[in-house]
């Protein structure tokens, strides 16, 4: 990694030093700001004389439960699929989202939750900052394997602020709905990490083609990811929507749109490949686009059979995204995405975007009768015709993928300042730079990498 | 597989046509059928002016994620014990099982939800969606191995509507009760299955023999199947029964059940093994016999010694089934069980079926209070007997014995179309036949299976 | 094993026989005892005329689930990083955790539910049960890979009664506030498998040294074990609590004292470590200290920083734990401590209790409001100050300590009858001594381990 002692022992000094620094100025904020909310305080929660069973708890802690395995299961095991970084991609995310946890309290609490100079929290800040960490998740899978941990912590600190201010220009100034993150989270996240991915460009990232692909029990550790993500995203995108028929309705949308982006994703896997055999990247990605797509119209009168043409539709596209734009995403625009966050975030977050636009520009009050006041509360009140919020929500996303342009540039130039450590251009995919790794059979002791000097990093 | 480039284009495009023309099928059966229930629809849940927290959501959603999580990581990965078969067991569980969702909210839509030329669905019918998934997942297993994607979709399509007619069949027109399924989803997938694979056998199967067995750490990912199955079975029987007391009283009986299975099944796997070790295979399967066996009667009062018992029991019978049984099944019936489904799901689910029969008949108005109506309702408005019911629900058992069996040998018969592609007796078992497999050690490119015609199926 | 056949035969049937024995008491014991509670019996849940949304089912059996995951699949696979004990790590998981889901069922009933001469059960029952497998299991932690499965029942049927009485003796007795069981399942269970495991030192057990790290596959497996565990802790502690603020509160609580420990643990880690590489048995372990350290506190107001701080702490101590202490633990005390459970129960379990003491002293009216009735009853009624709440928290904690140690002590003894089976000092941390084992690769057989006479235990 460092050929000189001096750089080693920086090495040695900086994650540590840097996770200390911020979790000691998180703990310090929080100390100063943070205060339980009314629903968790024992004097305000009884000062209210409510009924226990009233607490939002009992309505959305079991979605927060699913999120959060999705968040570090979900994401942490589909990553793992790479043969010789599954410690990382476990690993790290462990790491960033439990930083991104602590980090996006705060800034979404002084965005969203600031009242009388207090954040509040409760289960509802829970769950937002589990989607904060999510889009810092869809970011790191675009620059899986090339970076630090060091940097993917700075990485996280800027996305997190960057994360929050496009939340709240989309919901609070521009009054966009997007429960399931279609572009909060998704198209951010994935912009954000490609623009990023392609200001840290490898030319010589070849020299690590060796380790780029899975193994046998890798690709199975990265089903688990995959599955448990497929499971529990209806619980995703009903975790913040309004209660009774809203996340009811949020997470039967949800369920139809994954049913389809599987079919389409085994339909089109095998169509594309040269023998008809099913590929495990398409199978492990593709068929979760189904989710993505309904981000933000899931909450919406979508009907089953729109959820089923959107699931279906982004299956396909994001298929054909792993066969054919991945290859000239990296020779034509020099941008390496591990993951393929374009395919699976990108695109169908876009195209969930778009999808928002369309459904909200049908929305009628005889469609949604008194629950129009749940789903487009401006409608409602008369302040904005449909075809005025679709207009919002289209506007909305441009906002979002400026914010992630914009965004993901900083984040490359913060990434490369030089005291910050990453793996030469030989060196990535692999878990032994930044972990000691156990022999993979028994009594044989794995040969140490071979110290080198890091090359190029554009 | 194929030996003439025909062929090999015709299986190519098979598959993709299949799923695109069901997929298509069913959206449009979607488009004009379903619609939003009460519960879910913006304007009909508002027009009831309902108290959020009255609706179904909070009182089935997380049964219903547990549910989940059985049906895709639970049945997929107990699957993956196979060491060369844990891309297609857990992939086509995904696949087959995704299609199946759909493809059963119709069936059973149609049979049990048709209102005004409409089916209406919530999460009830996103559970009942779940629970037919299961009994296609069952009838995999038995023939696991042995299929091709095409065959397996052309299974799942009639099986849905076999197990929706039967289901309908016991639950609407005998007034049979069945809420975790032993007859209608155990006993149903597992004879469905064994017939179907009946029809399918191979007399030179050993010549996959040497792929048929596990190795360590594929036992270790079939144990993260087991596991799920077993935490979360309370959660399966106790889904769709009635709230209040019922779903408690379920929950709580296949808890203790599952605890005397898994004891006896340790008990009885050192007791039966050569030399006292302890085999997986018991393990992994047998001990989940106790969700099975209380599925039709843990709605009852059964009381906590009842499903000790019934736990007991059915441990008990599936292990010696595992050691004793199967090999007859194969060498006497000609039933190849890659799975040993009839002694998880076929022996435990005619046990539990018979148990339903006694707790039915031994049934009082003392015992169940005011509670009666819920789980007995004929029973409650003076229609039957207790005995009555009890001969009804032994009638429920043989009509599912029959549809499964006449609706199995329906299925091998559908399966040995000509036009559909399967794995030659030397290549079953095996993830290359339809998966890009990647070498199972860094930088080695494992030999490609030589390919061969198809030989024996029957 | 066993050097004469006799002692082979006794072998192979010692355990059969103990399950079946145990089975078959606690069943005669459950029909004699155990009845439905008020909330899942038919008749009396319905002769109270309640809303079925008032049943204790809809606000505990989410958070029963999550427990459960965590003590089958949490622990389970969270022992499963030793290389060649995987089967043993989830199957005895499997297997003990089964039987004291029953036995203590029993014994927590006869203290704390026996009312007219019946235990009555439902989900406060079924959480309790798993909470006392819990302690069972991180006992197991400490003497994993050099026991049997008989040793390891005979250990479960006297911990249970132990573990019963103890917490009895705090929560009854003494009026102790240990929710999430700082105390009576981190502390009691680790100083239990301590003190046993220092019963049963083995001299010589480095000829099993080769066993003793992971490999690549089971470090990530034990990843498993450990993110879910992670995720799911906020469900553990606050199950058992108050409805309403409370278990909304000790959720948040816990999840903030998790993310903390995360960031202190891999920041530790590459400190403390050679060349700042991260170690995956600190990760994967001092990473949930978090959760051991507001066992006792998250229920109280320790507030969003208080939980941070904790769990910074817990995981200081638990990783300096790792690298320092466990080898002096080894070599001064002779305790052999396989799982480290001393870092992550132990330590974190006392400075739990203490953080316990001391939050407990500072509580006022004015913080609490009429809150201060559900979470310190005493001191609302005016029967102890906040002091004196504090002195009996810390005089729990030494009950707890002597409870644990003399109960080690005595389990030692118990596992050291001449009658019971364990692998010799060259056969620990080795499933092929209780397990059918296949090959680590397709057609290989693995060679069978050597018969050996067992050798030094103590």
């Given at each position: 990694?460092?050929g000189?002692?001096?750089?080693?022992?920086?090495?040695?000094?900086?994650?540590?030093?840097?996770?200390?620094?911020?979790?000691?100025?998180?703990?310090?904020?929080?100390?100063?700001?943070?205060?339980?909310?009314?629903?968790t305080?024992?004097?305000?929660?009884h000062?209210?004389?409510?009924?226990?069973?009233?607490?939002?708890?009992?309505?959305?802690?079991?979605?927060?439960?699913?999120?959060?395995v999705?968040?570090?299961?979900?994401?942490?095991f589909?990553?793992?699929?790479?043969?010789?970084?599954?410690?990382?991609?476990?690993?790290?995310?462990?790491?960033?989202?439990?930083?991104?946890?602590?980090?996006?309290?705060?800034?979404?609490?002084?965005?969203?939750?600031?009242?009388?100079?207090?954040?509040h929290v409760?289960?509802?800040?829970?769950?937002?900052?589990?989607?904060?960490?999510?889009?810092?998740?869809?970011s790191?899978?675009?620059?899986?394997?090339?970076?630090?941990?060091?940097?993917?912590?700075?990485?996280?600190?800027l996305?997190?602020?960057?994360?929050?201010v496009?939340?709240?220009?989309?919901?609070?100034?521009?009054?966009?709905?997007?429960?399931g993150?279609?572009?909060?989270?998704h198209?951010?996240?994935?912009?954000?990490?490609?623009?990023?991915?392609?200001?840290?460009?490898?030319?010589?990232l070849?020299?690590?083609?060796?380790?780029?692909?899975s193994?046998?029990?890798?690709?199975?550790?990265?089903?688990i990811?995959?599955i448990?993500?497929?499971?529990?995203?209806?619980?995703?995108?009903?975790?913040?929507?309004?209660?009774?028929?809203?996340?009811?309705?949020?997470?039967?949308?949800?369920?139809?749109?994954?049913?389809?982006?599987?079919?389409?994703?085994?339909?089109?896997?095998?169509?594309?490949?040269?023998?008809?055999?099913?590929?495990?990247?398409?199978?492990?990605?593709?068929?979760?686009?189904?989710?993505?797509?309904?981000?933000?119209?899931?909450?919406?009168?979508?009907?089953?059979?729109?959820?089923?043409?959107?699931?279906?539709l982004?299956?396909?596209?994001?298929t054909?995204?792993?066969?054919?734009f991945?290859?000239?995403?990296?020779?034509?625009?020099?941008?390496?995405?591990?993951?393929g966050?374009?395919?699976?975030?990108?695109?169908?977050?876009?195209?969930?975007?778009?999808?928002?636009?369309?459904?909200?520009?049908?929305?009628?009050?005889?469609?949604?009768?008194d629950?129009?006041?749940?789903?487009?509360?401006?409608?409602?009140?008369?302040?904005?015709?449909?075809?005025?919020?679709?207009?919002?929500?289209?506007?909305?996303?441009?906002?979002?993928?400026?914010?992630?342009?914009?965004?993901?540039?900083?984040?490359?130039?913060?990434?490369k300042?030089?005291?910050?450590?990453?793996?030469?251009d030989?060196?990535?995919?692999?878990?032994?730079?930044?972990?000691?790794?156990?022999?993979?059979h028994?009594?044989?002791?794995?040969?140490?990498?071979?110290?080198?000097?890091?090359?190029?990093q554009?």
């Amino acid at each position: 990694m460092a050929g000189s002692p001096r750089r080693a022992a920086g090495r040695r000094l900086l994650l540590p030093l840097l996770c200390l620094f911020f979790q000691g100025a998180t703990a310090i904020l929080f100390a100063v700001f943070v205060r339980y909310n009314h629903e968790t305080d024992a004097a305000l929660w009884h000062w209210g004389n409510h009924s226990h069973a009233a607490n939002e708890f009992y309505f959305r802690y079991p979605s927060f439960q699913d999120v959060h395995v999705m968040i570090f299961v979900g994401f942490g095991f589909l990553m793992a699929f790479l043969q010789r970084y599954g410690f990382s991609s476990v690993g790290f995310t462990f790491f960033l989202a439990a930083f991104a946890l602590q980090w996006s309290t705060l800034v979404q609490g002084f965005l969203h939750a600031f009242h009388g100079g207090h954040i509040h929290v409760g289960v509802e800040s829970m769950i937002n900052a589990d989607f904060c960490a999510g889009a810092v998740l869809i970011s790191f899978g675009a620059i899986l394997g090339k970076t630090g941990p060091a940097q993917l912590l700075l990485m996280a600190l800027l996305e997190v602020v960057l994360f929050g201010v496009n939340e709240f220009v989309l919901l609070s100034l521009l009054g966009v709905r997007d429960a399931g993150g279609s572009m909060t989270i998704h198209t951010f996240g994935a912009y954000f990490g490609l623009v990023l991915s392609r200001v840290l460009y490898r030319p010589r990232l070849e020299k690590s083609k060796h380790r780029q692909g899975s193994v046998y029990h890798s690709d199975l550790f990265a089903m688990i990811g995959t599955i448990f993500l497929w499971i529990f995203w209806p619980s995703f995108n009903s975790a913040p929507t309004a209660l009774g028929d809203g996340q009811h309705r949020t997470a039967l949308n949800t369920y139809y749109s994954l049913t389809a982006s599987t079919l389409s994703t085994f339909a089109l896997s095998a169509l594309v490949s040269r023998d008809g055999r099913l590929d495990m990247v398409h199978i492990q990605n593709a068929a979760l686009a189904g989710g993505v797509v309904v981000g933000t119209s899931s909450e919406m009168m979508l009907t089953p059979f729109g959820a089923l043409a959107a699931g279906f539709l982004a299956g396909t596209v994001s298929t054909l995204g792993y066969k054919f734009f991945t290859p000239i995403l990296e020779s034509k625009f020099k941008v390496q995405d591990t993951c393929g966050v374009h395919n699976l975030h990108g695109m169908p977050g876009i195209l969930g975007a778009l999808l928002g636009v369309l459904v909200a520009g049908l929305a009628t009050h005889e469609a949604y009768g008194d629950g129009l006041e749940n789903v487009f509360p401006l409608i409602a009140e008369g302040q904005r015709s449909a075809t005025s919020q679709a207009m919002h929500q289209l506007f909305g996303l441009f906002v979002t993928l400026m914010f992630a342009s914009v965004g993901g540039g900083l984040g490359g130039l913060l990434l490369k300042l030089p005291c910050l450590d990453y793996p030469s251009d030989s060196q990535c995919y692999e878990d032994q730079v930044y972990w000691e790794v156990p022999g993979e059979h028994e009594d044989t002791a794995q040969e140490p990498l071979r110290v080198e000097e890091p090359d190029t990093q554009a």
